[in-house]
């Protein structure tokens, strides 16, 4: 996925990746141990975050309407990353949650925001991250857009977009954190259809990126996940 880059094809190439996170956000992730990327994804349960042993250095990074929420720790930094809905013109999952809200009423230093995708002129407040659509960055600038049947692909994924930027941040002077996902699979409710998920999926495979297995459900959770998918 290393390939060239016309920055001019596309609005986003002239922004400034490393400038688009927030002064505060940058010095965490200086010094944290690992990085870890909560998938929105129903399945994650409480044993699964619990089983990471998350401690006060680490940087959780959550997405859009945060179905997690009530799993959070106030002890690590908490990023939380919203994709636009450039049709409707909204961020998904703002304004925030009264249990995020919360998060940031108690530990502002600790908490971040970040917002991706947008295409209209906007001015991020403190402790806020903005990347236009499309940052300039090989897996992202590069990604799919004609599919061989159906509706064209509308971009990257909101996690996509985080995770794929996380990773080339680790490689710059003065970060060297360790990345992981939990919860970038398939194990509950139904992917939307918008993205391509096997680009996605394909990347992260072959990534430097540590993926955490769900813990195994029991025969009723599995089930139920079964009926939810069918269901919809």
Request: hydrophobic share 45%.
């Amino acid at each position: 996925m290393s390939q060239p880059m016309n920055l001019t094809d596309k609005p986003g190439g002239d922004q400034d990746v490393l400038a688009g996170l927030p002064a505060g956000l940058k010095a965490c992730l200086q010094q944290a141990p690992r990085v870890v990327l909560l998938a929105n994804n129903p399945a994650i349960t409480a044993a699964d975050v619990a089983a990471l042993g998350i401690g006060s250095g680490d940087v959780v990074v959550s997405f859009n309407t945060c179905v997690q929420a009530e799993l959070l720790s106030a002890d690590a930094v908490n990023v939380f990353v919203h994709g636009f809905n450039a049709p409707d013109q909204y961020f998904f999952g703002l304004p925030y949650q009264p249990v995020v809200q919360r998060l940031f009423d108690q530990h502002p230093a600790r908490c971040f925001s970040v917002l991706v995708g947008c295409t209209q002129p906007l001015c991020p407040l403190p402790q806020t991250g903005l990347y236009w659509e499309r940052i300039p960055l090989p897996a992202l600038w590069n990604y799919p857009v004609d599919r061989p049947k159906g509706k064209r692909y509308v971009g990257p994924s909101t996690g996509f977009n985080m995770l794929v930027l996380l990773d080339w941040l680790r490689a710059q002077p003065g970060y060297g954190y360790q990345l992981l996902t939990l919860g970038f699979s398939n194990e509950a409710g139904k992917l939307w259809g918008g993205h391509a998920w096997d680009y996605e999926r394909a990347w992260l495979v072959a990534a430097d990126v540590t993926v955490i297995p769900l813990a195994g459900r029991s025969w009723w959770q599995s089930l139920l996940a079964t009926f939810g998918r069918s269901s919809r």
